[in-house]
T-cell receptor
């Protein structure tokens, strides 16, 4: 059982380049999330999805896009990379019920924009 | 709005010392409260949680009690080990809507042998 997997682990981008961070979960979770973690800070929610075909903005969505064509995959797209997007990105998933849920996190992608 | 405030780090202790990491929150309604732990180079893992007032979450020797009257969820452990060195995050989640987590800024804990 792999849980939540993310690729790549590390990436360096130049300003203006684009890239996609991949996230896959094999737990059949309905909810998926993307967070960014800046040095010395807690995690900030970028986008989330409550199921295939449904996405919504979190606290800090500017400069990012997402899609959720399948239950398993939730890629995060950076179209025009900027130095402010240098951060560690975490994907998470959960199985939502009325009683609540527990989010499971991937190992993270460390992105540097120069 | 919803927010979480944790004690400033870093915190450095000797092995077998008593640990407290303070966490207070501001929220409308009755949120669920969590402690997550992040070991070096890894993602976050759920350490413990509490879903209603006076609940006590516990795991791996760590405990935290949901105190509605003081809006707090302090993390404690009676005797820390070197392997407890990590960053600890307090978080809340409202039960309405999309179950979004709001995190504190994290507290880095280092345990010396």
């Amino acid at each position: 059982n792999a849980g939540v997997t993310q690729t790549p682990k590390f990436r360096i981008l130049k300003i203006g380049q684009s890239m996609t961070l991949q996230c896959t979960q094999d737990m059949n979770h309905n909810y998926m999330y993307w967070y960014r973690q800046d040095p010395g800070m807690g995690l900030k929610l970028i986008y989330y999805s409550v199921g295939a075909g449904i996405t919504d903005k979190g606290e800090v969505p500017n400069g990012y896009n997402v899609s959720r064509s399948t239950t398993e995959d939730f890629p995060l797209r950076l179209e025009l990379a900027a130095p402010s997007q240098t951060s560690v990105y975490f994907c998470a998933s959960s199985y939502h019920t009325e009683a609540g849920d527990t989010q499971y996190f991937g190992p993270g992608t460390r992105l540097t924009v120069l | 709005g919803n927010s979480v405030t944790q004690m400033e780090g870093p915190v450095t202790l000797s092995e077998e010392a008593f640990l407290t990491i303070n966490c207070t929150y501001t929220a409308t309604g009755y949120p669920s409260l969590f402690w997550y732990v992040q070991y070096p180079g890894e993602g976050l893992q759920l350490l413990l949680k509490a879903t209603k007032a006076d609940d006590k979450g516990s795991n791996k020797g760590f405990e935290a009690t949901y105190r509605k009257e003081t809006t707090s969820f302090h993390l404690e452990k009676g005797s820390v080990q070197v392997s407890d060195s990590a960053v600890y995050f307090c978080a809340l989640r409202r039960l309405q809507g999309a179950q979004k987590l709001v995190f504190g800024q994290g507290t880095r804990l280092t345990i010396n042998p």
